[in-house]
């Protein structure tokens, strides 16, 4: 059992690897001593560290909470990856800074006015036979309800859709098993019509419901005249989770506040929180959403503001929607990945309590019903559907499941604690400590029918002092969680430094399979051509009235044009293609003080627009480090004031350079084409063919070289006439050729040794 | 040497730790074959693993790059604390949001036009005699030229200052040792009138030039009124340093394109870059600041754009403006430690230069100048300039330097590495590959007279694939370096998930000692009382004309006002006060479809400000999770038609509970007072006092349960008049008020057993 290493062999191996004798490296012991690191601090680090160049093996989403945002990190090195702007405008990705993004953002706005955040809070992956299929993301905003639509091909958000009938949900971006659907649950009642009522006739004409989008996934985009939605009572509607399996076709949603209770506590009235949790139980939802599509396309719905709204009468009629007692006021309704129960949270009971889809389809055919509501919606007791109730601990919330089999992980808000439990025995297993408030949890894929174990993650609500202190405004605390033993494990503690997740999903690595270029000319908003796109030597200005086009390029270190000129008032849109191949090899754009950027990737389009409103000068550059001569990619837009003419004959002024100056720019290029042949002949000697990556970057060089040919042609035309300064600049340029073609083959050279690429010749 | 542990006994230990017998951990080496883990790998590990609870050593500060924003991370755990919002709106901070955000926001306006974002380059932390003081932070935007100024107490944007007469920045956020200025430098030259003139006119009439922002640190704020620029040719200025110890009182700003060249490859001529890099040198701005800081004062200024500026020939005819050749393009300048020695990096040479403060100085009072350029700056020649040039790789860009005396790293952008060397002998010492292209690089507190070592961390400008794909947009790789020993070891590769960090300063993180609350009432953004706060119980909505301002609180978990009635049109202000004073309470404040939100910390009072212009029923709700009955705080904004009467004699439906609901209610708090009871035991048995996070929770804790009276004499006075629904409710609200006592309590409880609180009875 006893196994034993020396210590000493791996202060050894290292001083051997770092060929140097006099350098003396702390063993691991030292370190755990200068660093107070317990054995079991060792186990974690080794269970999470990622070395360089290695690759996570599961890919987390997270809602970004207020931020309005999606955050994606790796598992298990709790490594941020991305910050995918949703929501928000965010200028680094140009989300809301070019022509494109902010059409999808103003897409998104309600009652006419554009609004700039949201409230993400449940991130959901799309689905094939209920498995993550890894292709698309969907999420929501809360605060102003809405729906939206990731490509996870390029991370970029395609689409926001505005929630017709709600002004609040807290249930949305749940999918159905083949992502038919991406339902929306209402929160906070209020009249679907979008019109005022007084808060007394809250129970006849505010309204609850759940929202069905459509979903074309070979559009990649919802499809609102497809989509519709059940009216439900104002019983604040919460979280929902499609039936799988043998469930499949139903959908569960939660509630809070079935007492339909208004609060008025600066009235002297019991505040919301004592009116809302004063009775034991709520309702959870039980709806038939096939049949309501089905019913749907019958023409049953009424029109509400133009969306098809199923009514509670109509779906109580044709025997599609149910209520269940539920322990009051819980958080989550999950299907279990055999599709046979429903766990649900109560947060102020101390059970989990988990229901059988089986009994509730008895007790529906059986017309077993124990009341109906105030709305007629019959309801099923809840000894007829319950299968068990299990006593996990203070304040259950969100359960999550594993690869092994019945085995489930419940939050527990209160406790601060995750509890491990059998759902198949009902009993408790284990429970761990967390830091602090846990709201909800993930395993991987662990809502999908064939959860992988491995990892859990704590979303903890506070972390008071698990982290340097950076204010009073705290970060998150995501505690990853080893679950692949008997015993939960504590791994590691990550702060969110930005937004509070509400919830997470967690996807195998390799079902991802992002892009890392655009077809030349592509406008990553619509997926189409954008009809700003031009090819090299294609660039062009023209002017229409008062409106002025830019189309131009991007490559390192030019942007065409290198100069705008307008005339004060002018509308002024800027279009630019990213001509490069290589992989990471982003421009990015900006006009000082006109507020507009873009982010162009390789071979995308992207197009800014504004009116030049006040004459002067203003710098535009490229605001990625995409060269050693990135400060030098930048142009003038020139704002003139109205009918401004040159005076005299001003040229530019000229340089003054010298033959020396042009035979010592030759010399220069002689020796640098020396060194470039030298990366080439590393290069062309391995297999770099094998490297994509590599083919793109080698793609690249050689457009820089093909270059070449050109400007010689011109600096020796200008040698022949003696014209010093145009023959040197000109030679310079050659130069500048070089040195990028050579920083791309230097790059290409230092990823083929990395990568152990093999001698071909 | 060589130290042998029993690599069984760590499974044992964990598994006794568990207290599972059953349980079969995985040893250290079962790991590491597992996950494919070197030795090394090992080791890296356990250098940068902060186990839960423990603290990061060094706390970096990271531009946001075109994000906009600052990036906060711990050093060698390199986990992103928090992204403080800077000169872009983020929602999850109310950043742009709320009133008082927005006002700094807008006062970073440039020519009326509100600017949303900026391009965030250099973070300076606020220097006493040369030293980091971690008191304040300065970051500036390049593509509009401003600098913002940031409160380390809290973390939060106090400032945003437009520069007058630049359009374009990049050698901004440096300050003066005791941080008397925060210097600022053009980079693309314009006219400084902020005219129009044509590029014909770029030598006479485009300037470059360097600004003086006055800081007033008892105000934390920089003073508009006092701060100056000194006009410079159109040289594209680059990073600034100031001069320290002997040097103190100069300034040293690099240049590129002294050439003064103007692309239009459109037009045929050659481009930026060409005519930018043609010459083999450019100039280090030298000036005497202190100097100049008194010609200000004596008048010596022209007012440009009301703005006081010392022109060029003052300059020179004064004696406190000299120009020094350095090679071409260079980034980095960089003064060291002891302020003797300056040190530059021409990015297309391959040496760094090193330059002599004393040799400058001895020049300038003898007089010894090789030419003027052609504005008449004394141009001192680099041979009586220059210490020595070392020879150090491709594309040298930055230089740090570490505690050990001589040792500066310098990035090498072209080669992928970092060079470390020794600035006494010129000796290159060591050289590590970095993935890839790195720009900046930072050692700890790298720039101030006392460099703390250790650390290095690279900013490499492309990951390419050293993480999960996300998309063509990747990540920008920090890869953090051990430098404690001879030889440089790579240990941590971190994704940067938003913005491109451009430079990164990072100080000891004892230095650090931010509040985590506020004075009750308090506007975080003035650091003043706010206008809006009110006290528990002094919640008031008032009326003038069509403007309705509410005065509320927030505490767990009621909004005070519940309900806020406005008729449509009218301009409503909502002033909210966080009432809590635990750590990490924090609450959030939407209203649907209005977009705003606000983040409020405990003490803090924020306003959020919007027209109700649509008639309607808005929900509004806490944004945190603030605890288990979160999704009950929340409210009703009621936009009512013009001249809209209640109908009839409606009121807010009865609940219908009974007198047995009643007695339930009271069974349940007699039993919770018993929870209650026992977890105070516990918290009073120890010596809690010693804790103040805990004492902050038990204030609140005490807080809750000291409301517990009046709702109990509510319940009383109504079941004594058989009023059960308001009996069963008032009863409810003594539940509530318990269960947050105890949600406190419990954490509190958890909090002090983590931290090994001491039996004091």
């Known amino acids: ?21 006099a350098w003396s490296a702390e063993s691991l012991q030292d370190v755990m001593k200068r660093r107070g690191l317990s054995q079991q601090d060792v186990l974690s680090a080794a269970k999470t560290y990622v070395p360089t160049g290695k690759r996570d093996e599961f890919v987390a989403f997270a809602s970004g909470g207020q931020s309005g945002q999606l955050i994606v990190y790796g598992v298990p090195s709790m490594r941020i990856l991305k910050y995918v702007a949703v929501f928000t405008p965010e200028p680094w990705q140009g989300y809301g800074y070019d022509e494109s993004s902010r059409a999808i953002l103003k897409a998104g706005a309600i009652n006419g006015k554009e609004i700039t955040w949201g409230d993400a809070h449940h991130p959901a992956i799309s689905e094939t036979q209920g498995k993550y299929d890894g292709q698309y993301l969907f999420i929501n905003d809360k605060a102003n309800p809405r729906i939206a639509v990731v490509d996870l091909r390029d991370f970029e958000t395609k689409q926001i859709v505005v929630n017709p009938v709600f002004k609040s949900e807290h249930g949305g971006g749940f999918v159905t098993p083949n992502t038919e659907y991406v339902m929306e649950a209402a929160q906070y009642a209020a009249p679907l019509e979008n019109e005022f009522q007084p808060l007394e006739a809250f129970n006849e004409k505010y309204r609850g419901g759940i929202t069905y989008w459509k979903f074309d996934r070979k559009q990649g985009r919802i499809v609102p005249a497809e989509s519709f939605s059940v009216e439900l009572p104002p019983y604040a509607q919460d979280v929902t989770d499609a039936g799988k399996g043998p469930s499949e076709g139903w959908s569960f949603t939660n509630s809070f506040c079935s007492e339909r209770y208004v609060g008025g506590i600066e009235k002297g009235r019991p505040p919301y929180e004592a009116g809302c949790s004063a009775k034991d139980t709520d309702y959870m939802h039980v709806i038939n959403w096939k049949k309501a599509a089905e019913l749907v396309k019958q023409g049953k719905a009424k029109k509400i503001n133009g969306h098809n709204v199923l009514m509670m009468d109509t779906a109580v009629k044709e025997g599609i929607l149910f209520l269940v007692p539920e322990p009051k006021s819980p958080h989550g309704v999950d299907v279990a990945p055999d599709g046979k129960l429903i ?4 947060k102020l009971d101390t059970h989990v309590s988990v229901f059988s889809f089986e009994k509730i389809m008895a007790a529906i055919k059986a017309g077993k019903f124990e009341s109906k509501d105030p709305y007629g919606i019959p309801v099923i007791s809840m000894k007829d559907a319950l299968q068990t109730q299990v006593q996990v601990g203070l304040g259950p919330l ?5 690869a092994k089999k019945c085995v489930a992980y419940t939050s527990l808000y209160v406790d601060s604690q995750v509890a491990k439990w059998d759902y198949c025995t009902g009993k408790v297993l284990d429970k761990i400590s967390v830091h602090y408030n846990i709201g909800h949890l993930m395993t991987m894929e662990g809502d999908a029918v064939d959860p992988k174990g491995r990892y859990l993650v704590a979303l903890n609500k506070l972390s008071i002092d698990r982290f340097n202190p950076v204010g009073p405004l705290h970060p998150q605390n995501h505690q990853l969680i080893d679950i692949s033993g008997d015993k939960m494990q504590l791994l590691y503690d990550m702060p969110i430094p930005l ?52 189309k131009g390029t991007l490559i390192r270190s030019h942007i065409t044009p290198e100069t705008i000129e307008v005339e004060v008032g002018d509308e002024v849109t ?63 837009l020139l704002v003139k004031p109205k009918n401004w003419k040159p005076q005299g004959t001003s040229a530019i002024a000229k340089a003054n350079y010298t033959e020396a100056n042009y035979r010592t720019r030759l010399k220069t290029v002689a020796e640098t084409q020396a060194v470039i042949d030298s990366v080439v002949g590393y290069i062309t000697s391995v297999n770099y063919k094998d490297f994509p990556d590599v083919v793109s970057m080698v793609e690249d060089a050689t457009d820089q070289l093909n270059k070449i040919p050109d400007a010689k042609a011109r600096h020796e035309a200008a040698a022949a006439k003696k014209d010093w300064d145009q023959a040197t600049l000109w030679a310079e340029q050659v130069w500048q050729y070089q040195v990028k073609a050579a920083d791309i083959g230097l790059r290409a050279k230092t990823y083929l040794e990395q990568h152990n690429a093999k001698k071909t010749r």
Not at 1 to 21: E, P, V
Not at 343 to 346: H, N, T, Y
Not at 502 to 525: F, M, Q
């Open 343 to 346: 766990i649900v949270s109560g």
């Open 398 to 402: 969100h359960t999550q499941f594993d």
């Open 499 to 550: 937004g509070e997740p509400h919830n997470t999903v967690a996807i195998e690595a390799s079902k991802l399979r992002p892009g890392v270029r655009y077809k030349v000319g592509t406008d990553s908003r619509t997926d189409k051509p954008h009809p700003g796109a031009v090819r090299a030597g294609e660039e062009v200005t023209t002017r229409t009235g008062k409106k002025v086009e830019v």
């Open 1 to 21: 059992m006893s196994t034993c290493i020396k210590l000493g062999a791996l202060t050894l191996a290292l001083g051997m690897g770092m060929g140097s004798a």
């Open 574 to 636: 800027i279009n630019l293609t990213n001509l490069e191949r290589a992989e990471d090899e982003t421009h990015g754009f900006a006009v000082s003080g006109y507020n507009v950027h873009a982010s162009i990737e390789p071979g995308k389009t992207v197009a800014v627009k504004f009116v030049a409103d006040k004459e002067g000068v203003y710098p535009y550059y490229c605001t990625e480090f995409c060269s050693a001569l990135h400060l030098e990619m930048m142009g003038y």
